[in-house]
């Protein structure tokens, strides 16, 4: 897996432990801005954070977005809510394909093909899942979360 370095910490992780956020061109003559990119589908270099329930406030707080961009940005002040919805939003379909696709089992079937994923913060308990590529992306993504929401 790829290295990432945390805005924050300074630290070296592998992408899929780490917040992404994309800067985009921001309408008129605003600028460009940061978005969160929990899909690590946006184009860009990105810039990275440790996921923790006030890393984005306390990055945005001492500039950091803008010092890694080597740019001004526009930073929306509700930058750290809109990152938590989009983590959640983002959990909540990948747990929702895995169980299209028949990836989750029912309570009381983990064996030793499974891994066990926490969903809490989606209200979901602990999850069940098959072993697949797609499924452990989803845990990576549903642990990230945790760590994001606290």
Do not use: N, Y
Not at 40 to 55: F, N, Q, T, V
């Amino acid at each position: 897996m790829p290295q990432r370095r945390c805005l924050l910490t300074g630290q070296r992780a592998e992408a899929e432990t780490l917040l992404r956020f994309a800067i985009v061109k921001v309408g008129g003559a605003v600028g460009e801005g940061v978005v969160p990119d929990p899909a690590h589908r946006l184009p860009g270099r990105g810039l990275w954070l440790a996921p923790a329930p006030d890393a984005v406030a306390t990055a945005m707080a001492k500039g950091l977005f803008a010092r890694a961009a080597k740019r001004k940005l526009q930073l929306p002040a509700d930058l750290p809510v809109r990152s938590k919805d989009a983590w959640t939003a983002h959990a909540a379909d990948q747990v929702t394909k895995a169980r299209r696709a028949g990836l989750v089992l029912a309570e009381g079937q983990a064996g030793a093909d499974t891994v066990s994923a926490d969903a809490t913060p989606l209200g979901l308990g602990r999850l069940a899942l098959k072993r697949s590529p797609f499924t452990r992306r989803a845990v990576a993504d549903l642990a990230l979360l945790v760590r994001l929401v606290g």
